[in-house]
Protein backbone atom coordinates (compact mmCIF):
# COMPACT_ATOMS: atom_id res chain seq x y z
CA UNK A 1 0.00 0.00 0.00
CA UNK A 2 2.49 2.37 1.22
CA UNK A 3 4.07 2.44 -2.61
CA UNK A 4 0.95 3.10 -4.30
CA UNK A 5 0.03 6.10 -1.78
CA UNK A 6 3.73 7.02 -2.43
CA UNK A 7 3.09 7.19 -5.92
CA UNK A 8 0.09 9.42 -5.55
CA UNK A 9 1.79 11.74 -3.64
CA UNK A 10 4.59 12.34 -5.98
CA UNK A 11 2.11 12.68 -8.86
CA UNK A 12 0.95 15.74 -7.22
CA UNK A 13 -2.38 15.18 -8.55
CA UNK A 14 -4.36 17.13 -5.50
CA UNK A 15 -1.85 20.49 -6.14
CA UNK A 16 -2.66 20.04 -10.08
CA UNK A 17 -5.98 20.13 -9.51
CA UNK A 18 -5.86 23.01 -7.29
CA UNK A 19 -3.87 25.29 -9.58
CA UNK A 20 -6.38 24.45 -12.27
CA UNK A 21 -9.34 25.14 -10.34
CA UNK A 22 -8.14 28.41 -9.22
CA UNK A 23 -6.97 28.99 -13.27
CA UNK A 24 -10.53 28.15 -13.64
CA UNK A 25 -11.72 30.54 -11.54
CA UNK A 26 -10.07 33.63 -12.87
CA UNK A 27 -11.03 32.96 -16.42
CA UNK A 28 -15.12 31.35 -15.50
CA UNK A 29 -16.78 35.01 -16.34
CA UNK A 30 -14.65 35.17 -19.96
CA UNK A 31 -14.93 31.49 -21.03
CA UNK A 32 -17.25 30.44 -23.65
CA UNK A 33 -20.00 27.67 -22.05
CA UNK A 34 -17.84 25.13 -23.57
CA UNK A 35 -14.78 26.10 -22.58
CA UNK A 36 -16.62 26.21 -18.71
CA UNK A 37 -17.73 22.82 -19.57
CA UNK A 38 -14.54 21.36 -20.97
CA UNK A 39 -12.68 22.66 -17.64
CA UNK A 40 -15.54 21.25 -15.47
CA UNK A 41 -14.76 17.94 -17.44
CA UNK A 42 -11.07 18.24 -17.31
CA UNK A 43 -11.92 18.22 -13.62
CA UNK A 44 -13.73 15.37 -13.46
CA UNK A 45 -11.73 13.59 -15.03
CA UNK A 46 -8.59 14.21 -12.98
CA UNK A 47 -10.71 13.58 -9.85
CA UNK A 48 -11.97 10.36 -10.70
CA UNK A 49 -8.18 9.20 -11.50
CA UNK A 50 -7.77 10.32 -7.91
CA UNK A 51 -10.61 8.33 -6.92
CA UNK A 52 -9.17 5.15 -8.66
CA UNK A 53 -5.86 5.60 -7.09
CA UNK A 54 -7.68 6.02 -3.57
CA UNK A 55 -9.63 2.79 -4.21
CA UNK A 56 -6.73 1.22 -5.17
CA UNK A 57 -4.75 2.31 -1.84
CA UNK A 58 -8.40 1.18 -0.19
CA UNK A 59 -8.19 -2.47 -1.80
CA UNK A 60 -4.48 -2.69 -1.01
CA UNK A 61 -4.97 -1.68 2.54
CA UNK A 62 -7.72 -4.02 3.25
CA UNK A 63 -5.74 -7.12 1.94
CA UNK A 64 -3.20 -6.00 4.12
CA UNK A 65 -5.01 -5.67 7.46
CA UNK A 66 -6.00 -9.25 6.93
CA UNK A 67 -9.25 -10.99 7.11
CA UNK A 68 -11.32 -8.72 9.23
CA UNK A 69 -9.71 -5.97 8.99
CA UNK A 70 -11.22 -2.63 8.38
CA UNK A 71 -14.85 -4.33 8.15
CA UNK A 72 -16.50 -1.86 10.75
CA UNK A 73 -15.01 1.39 8.61
CA UNK A 74 -15.75 0.00 4.88
CA UNK A 75 -19.58 -0.39 6.61
CA UNK A 76 -19.96 2.39 8.83
CA UNK A 77 -18.19 5.19 6.02
CA UNK A 78 -17.47 3.99 2.61
CA UNK A 79 -20.66 2.24 1.92
CA UNK A 80 -23.26 5.36 3.64
CA UNK A 81 -21.12 7.59 1.38
CA UNK A 82 -21.13 5.48 -1.85
CA UNK A 83 -24.90 4.43 -1.19
CA UNK A 84 -25.62 8.45 -0.75
CA UNK A 85 -23.33 9.10 -4.32
CA UNK A 86 -25.96 6.50 -6.13
CA UNK A 87 -28.98 8.16 -4.54
CA UNK A 88 -27.87 11.79 -6.03
CA UNK A 89 -26.73 10.70 -9.28
CA UNK A 90 -30.16 9.37 -9.62
CA UNK A 91 -32.32 12.11 -8.19
CA UNK A 92 -32.71 10.19 -5.11
CA UNK A 93 -33.83 6.94 -6.09
CA UNK A 94 -31.68 4.14 -6.04
CA UNK A 95 -31.96 2.72 -9.87
CA UNK A 96 -35.72 3.32 -9.58
CA UNK A 97 -35.48 0.18 -7.93
CA UNK A 98 -36.14 -1.16 -4.39
CA UNK A 99 -32.24 -1.75 -3.87
CA UNK A 100 -31.17 -1.38 -0.25
CA UNK A 101 -27.90 0.07 0.54
CA UNK A 102 -25.67 -2.73 1.00
CA UNK A 103 -27.39 -4.25 -2.21
CA UNK A 104 -26.11 -1.65 -3.88
CA UNK A 105 -22.90 -1.76 -2.16
CA UNK A 106 -22.22 -5.44 -2.74
CA UNK A 107 -22.96 -4.41 -7.08
CA UNK A 108 -20.45 -1.60 -6.82
CA UNK A 109 -18.22 -4.22 -5.10
CA UNK A 110 -18.38 -7.15 -7.35
CA UNK A 111 -17.98 -4.67 -10.07
CA UNK A 112 -14.08 -5.35 -9.10
CA UNK A 113 -13.61 -2.50 -7.35
CA UNK A 114 -12.85 -3.97 -3.87
CA UNK A 115 -12.43 -7.26 -4.80
CA UNK A 116 -10.23 -8.18 -1.74
CA UNK A 117 -12.95 -6.54 0.77
CA UNK A 118 -15.74 -8.50 -0.38
CA UNK A 119 -14.61 -11.64 1.47
CA UNK A 120 -13.77 -9.42 4.53
CA UNK A 121 -17.61 -8.92 4.86
CA UNK A 122 -19.09 -12.27 5.93
CA UNK A 123 -21.98 -10.59 7.82
CA UNK A 124 -22.47 -8.01 4.72
CA UNK A 125 -26.68 -7.76 5.45
Not at 71 to 95: C, E, M, N
Given at each position: ?A????????????????????????D?????????????C????????????????????????????????????????????????????????????????????????????????????
Open positions: MSSLKKLIKAESCRLMQEKLESWSKYEINSCDQNLNQCELIEMTSMIQGQLFTILNETSQDGGHYAGVKTIKTRLLPWLGSWFSHATSGRLFETSLSLNQVGRKFIFKGIFKGIIESLPHFA
